[in-house]
């Protein structure tokens, strides 16, 4: 039974990857010299180039944020901290709509330089165009690099400062602290905070499209939209499924010899001294932290906060009210069925302790490393075959058609995003479920309870935070989700993502400025929640 319900949500995970396959090997070919010679070569060379720039940029302020708040002592650096975190409340597509708005020539900055300089026109001087892809990828690590400054803080917190107050005792400078022992300390939670942002960055659309970057994600989706050629849209999703497995596979490789060893408790007790900075570096190093913080979270917040306050009447627009609704329900159906998936996945490994389930757990995770343009176009494919073999069955048998039961509903977008943020949940909750006594449902069993008697009367209640955490976790990432849900979503069915990005695509940027606060208030909660409970754990371990 535990080798059964794993094996079956391992393979729903497998079936967008074998849905594309399908795809791409199947028809004529005809399109494919087309796009071998016209489209795939620059698109993969601006993925990478874009992939490239992404992950140094995020390594660069990641790191030194993390390096800057756990060694050093300055002004706000409490604040700071904590405020580090907000920019993952924010899309990469609404961090790229802001940028473009915040940087045009009728935006605050430049009109601020023409005001100061007496410029009358664009001709009379230069100003970088963000509509770039040097300008998405700075867009993308202002709103990414977080994931870098999460994992590598936390390196820094267990050891780096224990470490770097040994070398300092030897007489090491900082900057040679830095570069000779907290950077190789550090190298493998770096290496696994860039693989996240770059699966994050080739997932993203709404960003790229709007920018003008022809990626690998934008040219699936034209390829299928504009040229009418799923296969060939099939054929590059294959591209970049090799390019993920390449991240993935580069990152197991990067940390292959990596070895990490925390801190006894005994050694934890005496918090080793912050340096304190004095004079104009102690203000250099608040502003080098805040700066990150404005970028990615306060040139939105300004943006779609000024747009907003002029148009709150859209509050009550059915269409919006529509969007929220919809947003709110899938989120939280996608929450519930992952949530319930990741247990069943996680008991599964528990009660039968197998390879063969444990190594069905894994695959099933593995579906956070599929960008949605990938899930979208493999569920469509494998729903619309679904539906016409129920719709052949009935004609056949009853003589009523079906229609389309599953494609082009609601429950395609869930079951996308489900399989897409199982990983999420199942991390969650198997990271609470480590921290119980290992044998304390086996405990409850000896004393006559069944198995599932003693899951549901012991081990429910001691996991509720993490299944709450997990459930969260799901339902803010469902409610940014937008690569996906545009590929799936039924006809007039809109969320909020969506509503943002039709406006957007319309150039009416200012008309979708309420639902994209509404996606960033709804993502913060949980952020600032997450930002708190590490700031609490930092600062307990070291007390």
């Excluded at 917040?301 to 002029?310: E, K, N, P, Q």
């Excluded at 459930?471 to 969506?498: N, Q, W, Y």
Aim: proline share 5%.
């Amino acid at each position: 039974m535990a080798l059964a319900s794993a094996a079956f949500i391992a393979a729903i995970v497998l079936v967008p990857i074998a849905s594309i396959v399908a795809i791409a090997v199947s028809g004529t070919g005809a399109d494919w010299p087309h796009l071998a010679r016209n489209v795939l070569p620059r698109s993969t060379a601006t993925t990478l180039w874009l992939l490239a720039m992404v992950s140094a940029g995020t390594a660069s302020i990641g790191v030194t944020c993390a390096w800057l708040v756990v060694a050093f002592d300055f002004p706000f650096r409490r604040l700071l901290a904590w405020a580090l975190v907000l920019p993952l409340a924010v899309p990469t597509y609404l961090a790229a709509y802001a940028f473009g708005e915040f940087f045009h020539f009728t935006g605050p900055v430049q009109t601020a330089l023409r005001h100061v300089f007496g410029f009358q026109t664009v001709r009379d001087y230069w100003f970088p165009d963000i509509r770039t892809t040097e300008g998405a990828a700075i867009v993308l690590s202002s709103v990414l690099y977080p994931y870098v400054y999460l994992t590598t803080r936390v390196v820094f917190i267990m050891q780096g400062r224990n470490i770097a107050d040994v070398a300092r005792t030897l007489g090491a400078r900082p900057s040679k602290v830095f570069f000779r022992i907290l950077l190789p300390v550090a190298r493998p939670a770096v290496v696994a905070g860039v693989a996240l942002v770059l699966m994050e960055t080739v997932n993203d659309i709404g960003a790229v499209e709007y920018l003008g970057v022809r990626t690998l994600t934008f040219s699936v989706y034209s390829t299928w939209l504009n040229r009418g050629s799923l296969e060939g849209a099939a054929q590059i999703a294959m591209v970049m499924l090799v390019l993920v497995l390449a991240i993935l596979q580069a990152e197991r490789w990067a940390r292959r010899r990596q070895r990490f060893h925390g801190a006894r408790a005994t050694h934890m007790r005496v918090r080793p001294p912050r340096v304190i900075l004095t004079g104009w570096r102690r203000w250099l190093a608040a502003c080098a932290v805040l700066m990150p913080v404005l970028a990615g979270f306060g040139i939105p917040l300004l943006v779609f906060g000024d747009y907003a306050s002029r148009r709150l009447e859209q509050l009550g627009e059915p269409a919006l009210q529509s969007a929220f609704v919809n947003s709110v329900v899938t989120a939280g159906a996608t929450a519930l069925v992952t949530v319930f998936a990741a247990m069943l996945m996680i008991n599964a490994a528990r009660l039968s302790r197998s390879s063969a389930v444990g190594s069905m757990a894994r695959l099933a995770s593995s579906g956070y490393a599929l960008p949605g343009t990938i899930l979208g176009l493999g569920l469509l494919f494998t729903l619309t075959r679904l539906d016409n073999a129920i719709d052949g069955f009935l004609r056949l048998n009853v003589g009523i058609s079906s229609g389309l039961l599953f494609t082009g509903s609601a429950a395609a977008v869930v079951l996308a995003c489900s399989i897409r943020f199982l990983a999420l949940a199942e991390g969650a909750i198997r990271s609470g479920m480590e921290k119980l006594p290992p044998h304390l449902d086996e405990a409850a069993r000896s004393l006559g309870r069944s198995p599932l008697a003693s899951a549901r009367e012991i081990l429910l209640p001691l996991l509720r935070p993490a299944i709450l955490t997990s459930a969260v976790l799901v339902f803010v990432d469902t409610v940014k989700e937008l690569s996906a849900t545009i590929l799936l979503r039924p006809f007039g069915f809109s969320t909020l993502a969506t509503h943002v990005y039709e406006n957007a695509s319309r150039g009416v940027i200012e008309d979708g400025a309420v639902a994209a606060l509404l996606i960033i208030v709804t993502a913060l909660v949980p952020v600032i929640l997450l930002s708190g409970a590490l700031m609490r754990d930092s600062e307990v371990s070291h007390s």
